[in-house]
């Protein structure tokens, strides 16, 4: 019988933003766990059963800071200084992937010839989320259209919502 933990955590800085005011920190999590058994029954007859679970978290946050009157704070872009104000483009966005292994091989040793003959299984159970422009972006060709509270004259879009997407799966 063998047994394996790993726990695996890693925080990085996500430097994305232009403004270091919205950097922020992503944390990346790994858990392993997988336990085996091996038998034989005979000289010629063994046989391998594995379980194992294995799960994968990320994070990519947007920040604390506010806007006022936006629940989060957009992406703005004025196109005469070519500077970004706002968080990740990317952010928020998180991923969270599950995976459930069972394993059961048998071999067989008969004179010159082995055979094995086995049975791998596994779920995956992933929700994510990463919805485009779910905080806004916003652009101006100049600072004056911003500071006018004019409408973006270059582009402007923000999603309604941010929907979780269940990436599930079977393997046989």
Do not use: C, M
């Amino acid at each position: 019988i063998r047994g394996r933990f790993i726990y695996n955590r890693v925080d990085q800085v996500d430097n994305n933003a232009e403004l270091p005011a919205f950097f922020t920190t992503e944390p990346f999590r790994y858990y392993l766990v997988n336990l085996s058994e091996f038998h034989n029954f005979t000289p010629a007859i063994s046989n391998e059963f594995r379980l194992g679970y294995n799960r994968y978290y990320s994070l990519t946050g947007s920040g604390s800071q506010v806007f006022p009157g936006l629940s989060q704070f957009p992406n703005l872009t004025i196109d005469a200084y070519q500077d970004n104000i706002g968080p990740d483009p990317n952010a928020p966005q998180s991923t969270i992937i599950n995976t459930y292994q069972l394993t059961d091989n048998l071999t067989w040793t008969r004179g010159k010839h082995t055979l094995t003959f086995g049975f791998n299984g596994e779920r995956f159970i992933s929700p994510q989320t990463f919805t485009q422009r779910v905080r806004g972006d916003y652009e101006w060709s100049t600072l004056q259209g911003f500071l006018t509270d004019q409408v973006p004259d270059v582009f402007g879009e923000r999603s309604a919502g941010n929907v979780v997407y269940y990436g599930n799966n079977w393997d046989i």
